[in-house]
């Protein structure tokens, strides 16, 4: 069974643009999670969808958004991008959104902002 | 508040030693689930191990064992006999989803560097 995927794996963008992140979940898996990964930061969680909706959200500024498709795949968006904003963007999916579920996670997008 | 804690922020061995990782969590809720994750240079974290808050029976698997022990709110990870493919960051990560979700709370991360 392949793996959660993730397009592109490579980015750079200058401040200003906006960037779409795509992640494509393990099949038969419906919950999707976005997180950010920096130096000084860590993992941080941005949010989680099931079935189409957002269950969960983390700190982060609304530049930053997200949606679920009908097929379970994701896409992250993040307007007017900041340089704060460079980071390894890592997707994550489970089988379902039930308690404590293992998540397993994609190689990430690494986003350079200049 | 959920916090999880990975004081050792690099680790230095020789190959054929082994090596601890420590983690400490924080959460009220008293079901929870613990995690511990490798992240090699390639940047993809690699699932290790899922625990539950009642079981705390230590686990072994090849090389790798974890001890769990909610008395102290540990969940430490043991590489024996390390190799130099074990050079990775390891994380460990918590998930209380009384109010969360499956929110993973992630430790900062050991650097684990295998020298042969």
Known sequence: ?114 | AQKVTQAQTEISVVEKEDVTLDCVYETRDTTYYLFWYKQPPSGELVFLIRRNSFDEQNEISGRYSWNFQKSTSSFNFTITASQVVDSAVYFCALSAPLYNFNKFYFGSGTKLNVKP
């Open chain 1, 1 to 114: 069974k392949a793996g959660v995927t993730q397009t592109p794996r490579y980015l750079i963008k200058t401040r200003g643009q906006q960037v779409t992140l795509s992640c494509s979940p393990i099949s038969g898996h419906r919950s999707v999670s976005w997180y950010q990964q920096t130096p000084g930061q860590g993992l941080q969680f941005l949010f989680e969808y099931f079935s189409e909706t957002q269950r969960n959200k983390g700190n982060f500024p609304g530049r930053f958004s997200g949606r679920q498709f009908s097929n379970s795949r994701s896409e992250m968006n993040v307007s007017t991008l900041e340089l704060g904003d460079s980071a390894l963007y890592l997707c994550a999916s489970s089988f379902l959104a039930g308690p404590g579920e293992t998540q397993y996670f994609g190689p990430g997008t690494r986003l350079l902002v200049l």
